[in-house]
């Protein structure tokens, strides 16, 4: 088995954090539910007079599951996505002030470097590209998806979608790898540290539209890439384009739904032709397909090759 081991993990050896690792998970659990309350406060704000005004129209006021479809289709909606997506910037900084301050961890230990960040950050954009656009066109080349450009294409929101994504990806990352990652990598095996973050990371979609079996072990595949690519390169700016730019792609690229989050406003249209939600996703997007199976298969294979040529990622602060 390829060895796992860089600065990051080295550095927050230094935390305080507990040798235990289910006090680790518990703890986590709890930052987790912390930094969703802090992201959702804005857009529940926001979004609850439309839900309570579809409810009394609709007539279904008291009837739970009913509300929760009214509550998602209103969710669904560009401005409330768009809010959802900046309010992220609120998780990634509880997971920054929780490592910082109680598990007393210099910010390097979550992968917050200067050095080459930019040149990272680019290469991450690339990566991440190259992996949606290999997906999309091999789907395409099956005849699974048809593609064709959109008439009247908003250019305004979907750069303001690229700024939110741009913010997800990076929350998300600061979260699940930065922070849960590193954490368990300092006091574990670093591949029980990959794989639990990765998990963690796909259960974190559980309630998603269509999510299912495939979806849970395509989305920890991303996780396992994710956290050998940042182990690779030993910082956090990659992976954050990488995730940044995977969604926005999917989703104002190629018009294709983010994790079940439904189609917004893209330059491209992608049209599922099989009636094979093995083969297009179903109501989760591409990400369940068994065609982004293969493409994270090979890109963890890359980079475990990579892990594997340099003996450990080793980068300056």
């Given at each position: 088995?390829?060895?796992?081991?860089?600065k990051?993990f080295?550095?927050?050896?230094k935390s305080?954090?507990s040798?235990?690792i289910?006090?680790?998970?518990?703890?986590?659990?709890f930052?987790?539910a912390?930094?969703?309350?802090a992201?959702?406060?804005?857009?529940?704000?926001m979004?609850?007079?439309?839900?309570?005004?579809?409810?009394?129209?609709?007539?279904?006021?008291?009837?739970?599951?009913?509300?929760?479809?009214?509550?998602?289709?209103?969710?669904?909606q560009?401005?409330?996505?768009?809010c959802s997506?900046?309010c992220?910037?609120l998780g990634?900084?509880?997971?920054?002030?929780?490592c910082?301050?109680v598990?007393?961890?210099?910010?390097?230990s979550m992968?917050?470097?200067?050095?080459k960040?930019?040149i990272?950050?680019?290469?991450g954009?690339a990566?991440?590209l190259?992996?949606m656009?290999a997906?999309v066109?091999?789907?395409?080349a099956f005849?699974?998806?048809?593609?064709?450009?959109c008439?009247?294409?908003?250019?305004?929101?979907i750069?303001?979608?690229?700024?939110?994504?741009?913010i997800?990806?990076?929350?998300e990352?600061?979260?699940?790898?930065?922070y849960?990652?590193?954490?368990?990598?300092?006091?574990?095996?670093?591949w029980?540290?990959?794989?639990?973050?990765?998990?963690?990371?796909?259960?974190a979609h559980l309630?998603?539209?269509?999510?299912n079996?495939?979806?849970f072990?395509?989305?920890?595949l991303?996780?396992?890439?994710?956290?050998?690519?940042?182990i690779?390169?030993?910082?956090?700016w990659?992976?954050?384009?990488?995730?940044?730019i995977?969604?926005?792609?999917?989703?104002?690229?190629?018009?294709?739904?983010?994790?079940?989050?439904?189609?917004?406003?893209?330059?491209?249209?992608?049209t599922?032709v099989?009636?094979?939600?093995?083969l297009?996703?179903?109501?989760?997007?591409i990400?369940g397909?068994?065609v982004?199976?293969?493409?994270?298969l090979t890109?963890?294979?890359?980079?475990?090759?990579?892990?594997?040529?340099q003996?450990?990622?080793?980068?300056?602060?």
């Open positions: 088995m390829v060895k796992l081991k860089c990051m080295e550095e927050s050896k305080t954090s040798e235990n289910f006090i680790n998970l518990i703890v986590f659990v930052i987790f912390i930094c969703l309350a992201e959702s406060v804005v857009p529940t704000i979004a609850s007079p439309e839900i309570s005004r579809r409810a009394m129209e609709e007539g279904v006021v008291g009837d739970f599951k009913k509300m929760m479809e009214i509550s998602t289709e209103v969710s669904m560009s401005k409330y996505l768009l997506l900046f992220t910037i990634s900084l509880t997971a920054v002030i929780y910082r301050f598990e007393a961890r210099h910010l390097s992968g917050v470097r200067k050095k960040a930019g990272h950050y680019v290469q954009l990566v991440g190259l992996m656009t997906a066109l091999i789907s395409a005849g699974i998806n048809s593609i064709k450009l008439g009247n294409i908003n250019f305004g929101i750069v303001l979608f690229a700024a939110g994504f741009f997800q990806g990076m929350s990352e600061f979260i699940f790898r930065g849960l990652m590193n954490t368990l990598a300092s006091r574990h095996n670093p029980i540290a990959v794989l639990i973050s990765s998990a963690a990371f796909s259960l309630v998603n539209p269509g999510f079996l495939l979806v072990f395509n989305l920890s991303f996780g396992v890439f994710a956290g050998l690519y940042m690779a390169f030993d910082d956090i990659g992976v954050c384009a990488i995730h940044s995977w969604n926005f792609s999917q989703g104002n690229l190629f018009g294709i739904s983010v994790s079940g989050t439904g189609e917004t406003e893209s330059v491209l249209s992608v599922a099989s009636s094979s939600k093995l297009t996703g179903g109501d989760f997007g990400e397909s068994i982004t199976t293969a493409v994270l890109g963890i294979i890359i980079v475990l090759v990579k892990i594997k040529k003996g450990c990622a080793t980068s300056e602060k």
